[in-house]
């Protein structure tokens, strides 16, 4: 190896390294600056997809007990995403529900998460968790037909709270939900008591990552576009 290709190839590695090392970066999707100022504070109907760059998320209103996306009507038993905004406080601001009152996620419905192919989510904010307050998060299936409660807990002081490294072991959608009914007692895995007042919260932000077999593929590709480049030379 000469030492022309081995400086060509050193440079490709290292340009790989850069570009792996940007696109692993975590992407924040801040759900109430996505949906634009003119959607403040109105109702977006049974779904929703934002966009940054090449990339989506799809955000929709579900119902228990199957987790069926609701069909946009705003009834009681359908509700529709909300883009609640409340200015100077961020902690009571992101996307929640109607019909409710507080225009919050409220049990027994949720909200659930998709995105591009390609990228995982890997963390979730949700907020407006106010003390004793419960919230839960499930790992679903593409069409929520089967879930997995993976986290859950109880409100304290600070009113929000992320729920990180879910790219470690990713599911094809996540619901974000309230396990107990407003003004009764409910259990959390740990066994505690959780509620103690009205019980609704807010989905605030969400990151993702991609997928670590996208970044081995663009720095095969890189190293490829070295590999070219050399013998076009050397021809």
Not at 9 to 35: E, H, K, Q, R, Y
Not at 36 to 62: D, E, I, R
Not at 102 to 117: D, F, Q, R, W
Request: with cysteine.
């Amino acid at each position: 190896m000469n030492k022309r290709f081995f400086r060509s190839m050193v440079a490709v590695a290292a340009l790989s390294a850069a570009v792996a090392g940007t696109a692993s970066a975590d992407v924040i999707w801040n759900f109430a600056s996505l949906a634009g100022p003119s959607s403040a504070n109105t109702t977006l109907g049974a779904t929703a997809t934002f966009n940054q760059g090449t990339a989506w998320m799809n955000a929709a209103a579900v119902i228990q007990p199957a987790w069926t996306v609701s069909n946009g009507s705003c009834t009681s038993s359908q509700p529709c995403l909300f883009d609640k905004v409340l200015l100077g406080d961020p902690t009571e601001t992101g996307l929640g529900l109607t019909p409710n009152l507080n225009k919050e996620i409220y049990t027994p419905n949720g909200i659930a998460l998709t995105v591009s192919a390609g990228t995982h989510i890997n963390s979730l904010t949700i907020g407006s968790v106010q003390y004793g307050e419960s919230w839960a998060v499930a790992g679903c299936s593409s069409t929520y037909s089967t879930c997995t409660t993976i986290d859950s807990g109880v409100g304290a002081p600070g009113s929000s709270l992320t729920i990180g490294n879910l790219a470690m072991n990713p599911y094809a959608s996540y619901v974000v939900y309230v396990p107990c009914a407003n003004g009764t007692r409910c259990v959390t895995m740990t066994n505690t008591r959780v509620t103690n007042s009205d019980n609704n919260i807010v989905l605030m932000s969400a990151t993702t990552v991609p997928e670590p077999g996208a970044l081995a593929l663009m720095a095969v590709g890189l190293f490829g576009l070295g590999w070219t480049i050399r013998r076009r030379r050397a021809s």
